[in-house]
């Protein structure tokens, strides 16, 4: 029988009767969901008896669902298990927040996708390293960071954490049989030990699974020191032969198994493979996890769940299909794959996954006991705030067959801890974490993949809420028009990997042709071929419709493109001077929406210089020419006002790891007004 407690949080203002709230006293989700409904309801007036239960939910509703019963001054909230009944609580709390206990609605609700996980980068032991990365180190390692981290994902119906490193055992473990591996002294370990334990636990008493992904035959410093001097250590570059010596295969195995047992909160382990593994074919790479992985969970003296990373370089999907399968792991395994490379803020069409090709062997015939997992990597915006429901929710539609388990969300290049953006001495910094700031991008995504059918009006009342009533409507609608903004870009400019474009930036810091600049230029917008094969490129448009050809109307073509991009632009600096002023925090939100429309106008006028002079140089004809300059001529003066806004927020140079290769190695927008000024040289002819 669940043992319940019975308290009275809250005495309601005068002349309000009291709210009573009974709830099982022996789980920490729902003492969690518990103390954020006695916040919400601190103010509200009425009489309630509020009864939750981990138990006694009608058969409509599925494990992590819930259900919320009204009855006059009494307000069930049941489930089958305990994240359901935080879950319930926490939306009982929402509702509340928004309607007061009279606004209350009863209901049924059911998580979409059971893996809904955040992908977290660590700043040690790193898989790239850069001054962007490594300033997060203090950040991270603090609780309280995480303490705030793992609220943000229980409130927005996130379950899962994967911490991703090289090479993680080092600061975990003391390996039984190679305890030189860990370089730190007993009190230095102590410390890290004691920081997991506390961070697994409390990601658990929120409903949290924890996963630690790392990249196969790494071996720390301290292994190669003492064990394998010819071995590659998690600093060195990630490109080259695998250590799969007996030792290191052993050592690898060992510490799984040993991880897994002094850990027990760890609800499992991940494996990315292809780095330092130049000279491994599928077939070894996949004998690799069987042999370290495979029978290092096995070994454990408990079940672990396991991810497994699909790279689709010289892979052979069925072969590593028919391993999973054999593996003897809980199913079901999460396969992992990076949707649209690097840059899944795109097209929602699924063009090519980790090295091309789209993976569909993984699933097509439907698989047996692996589930899909999207990765959805953000490269693409870091400084300014973005939030686009109907791109996830068209996403999920599209994406989210009954092999699909779920979504990962994340960055490789940015971790959201440390704020470093933004000016310090601005009124407007009022928040003290990098994630803080994008609560939007993180709830929009994290209820949405507990809920599709989720409405836009919870998102506009969180706006409400933090700004005052009135200003969520006008402010999400701005949100959704200008975030279209590097969606389009990243669907007409193809790109691959992380530093291939930096669509906020309007950058392609991999360089083109030996171009010094990172700058998207008015030639490259010319030779670049479409990510989207619905969207046609100006080399393709230009021709087709010289030669008197025409395109169907389903495609985008850059007219098309061009004046959704305007339209999108201006109407969202109309809905933006629509809203009155409020705390200073809000003017910081609006900007970046206006950022946004700016950077969209931009774009539009760019694209419309850029097939002129295209035409021009097809043609000689001169009044392409003119139209040319007078495109961009305009489109200089809209990033004037990017420039102009963005100043007001952001320091003067942060660093920015997409431009590692380059000697500028931070970023601004008024850092490239030099690049905007040769696109109108280029137009001239100069």
């Not at 001054?73 to 927040?97: F, K, N, S």
């Not at 091309?356 to 870091?382: C, I, L, Q």
Request: proline letters at 5%.
């Amino acid at each position: 029988m669940t043992r319940l407690f019975l308290a009275v949080l809250l005495l309601a203002p005068a002349g309000a009767k009291d709210i009573a709230i009974t709830s099982p006293a022996d789980s920490e989700p729902v003492k969690f969901a518990v103390a954020r409904l006695g916040e919400a309801t601190r103010n509200a007036a009425g009489k309630a008896k509020i009864v939750i239960r981990a138990s006694g939910a009608s058969p409509a509703v599925e494990a992590g669902g819930f259900e919320i019963l009204k009855s006059g001054p009494g307000i069930r909230v049941l489930a089958r298990d305990a994240a359901g009944a935080m879950y319930g609580t926490l939306e009982l709390a929402e509702q509340v927040r928004a309607g007061g206990l009279a606004g209350v609605k009863p209901g049924v609700a059911n998580p979409r996708f059971p893996f809904r996980a955040i992908k977290f980068n660590l700043p040690w032991s790193s898989y790239r390293v850069d001054p962007a990365l490594q300033l997060h180190h203090e950040t991270v390692r603090d609780l309280k960071f995480w303490r705030e981290f793992l609220d943000m994902m229980a409130e927005n119906r996130f379950n899962a954490l994967t911490l991703w490193a090289l090479h993680p055992w080092p600061y975990m473990i003391r390996a039984a049989n190679f305890p030189k591996a860990c370089s730190f002294d007993d009190r230095e370990l102590a410390e890290w030990q004691a920081f997991w334990h506390k961070l697994f636990a409390m990601a658990k008493a929120r409903g949290i699974e924890t996963y630690m992904v790392n990249w196969n035959t790494f071996v720390s410093t301290g292994y190669r020191d003492a064990y394998d001097r010819n071995a590659a250590v998690d600093s060195a570059d990630y490109f080259g032969p695998s250590n799969t010596t007996d030792d290191v295969r052993r050592y690898n195995r060992e510490s799984v198994t040993q991880v897994l047992n002094e850990y027990p909160e760890l609800t499992g382990i991940g494996i990315t493979l292809g780095e330092r593994m130049d000279e491994m074919d599928v077939y070894k790479q996949v004998e690799w996890v069987e042999d370290v992985y495979f029978r290092g969970i096995k070994a454990a003296n408990r079940p672990a769940k396991f991810i497994y990373r699909a790279a689709l370089k010289n892979n052979d999907p069925a072969f590593v299909r028919k391993s999973l399968e054999n593996s003897g792991l809980p199913a079901p395994i999460w396969v992992e794959l990076k949707f649209n490379w690097s840059h899944a803020y795109s097209t929602t069409t699924l063009v090519h996954a980790h090295g091309y090709g789209t993976g569909e062997a993984y699933w097509n015939p439907s698989p047996k006991n692996h589930k899909m997992t999207w990765m959805m990597r953000n490269e693409d915006f870091f400084m300014l705030r973005w939030g686009q429901a109907d791109f996830i929710r068209e996403h999920l539609e599209k994406n989210g067959g009954d092999y699909v388990g779920g979504y990962f969300v994340g960055s490789e290049c940015y971790i959201p801890a440390k704020e470093y953006f933004h000016r310090t001495d601005s009124p407007h910094l009022t928040w003290r974490y990098a994630f803080e700031k994008q609560w939007l991008y993180y709830k929009q995504w994290g209820r949405l993949l507990y809920d599709p059918r989720t409405p836009d009006s919870v998102f506009e009342a969180e706006f409400d809420r933090r700004y005052g009533g009135g200003v969520g409507k006008p402010l999400l609608r701005a949100y959704s028009l200008a975030g279209r903004m590097p969606l389009r870009l990243a669907s007409l400019y193809f790109s691959t990997w992380d530093f291939s474009l930096y669509s906020e930036g309007f950058l392609a810091p991999a360089g083109e042709k030996g171009d010094p600049s990172p700058f998207i230029s008015v030639d490259d917008l010319i030779e670049r071929k479409t990510l989207d094969p619905n969207y046609v490129s100006v080399k393709d448009y230009v021709k087709t419709t010289a030669a008197g050809g025409k395109f169907d109307d389903a495609r985008v073509t850059p007219p098309r493109l061009v004046d959704d991009l305007e339209k999108d632009g201006k109407a969202t600096l109309e809905l933006l001077r629509s809203i009155p002023a409020g705390p200073a925090t809000l003017q910081c939100e609006i900007d970046d929406a206006r950022t946004w429309a700016w950077l969209s106008v931009y774009f539009a006028d760019k694209l419309r210089g850029t097939v002129a002079v295209a035409s021009w140089r097809a043609t000689r004809n001169e009044a392409e020419q003119t139209k040319a300059v007078s495109a961009l001529e305009q489109a200089a003066r809209s990033w004037e006002e990017v420039v102009r806004i963005t100043q007001a927020h952001f320091t003067g140079q942060p660093p920015l790891i997409h431009l590692q290769r380059l000697k500028q190695r931070t970023f601004s927008w008024e850092s490239y007004r030099e690049d905007v000024q040769r696109d109108i040289r280029i137009a001239h002819g100069r």
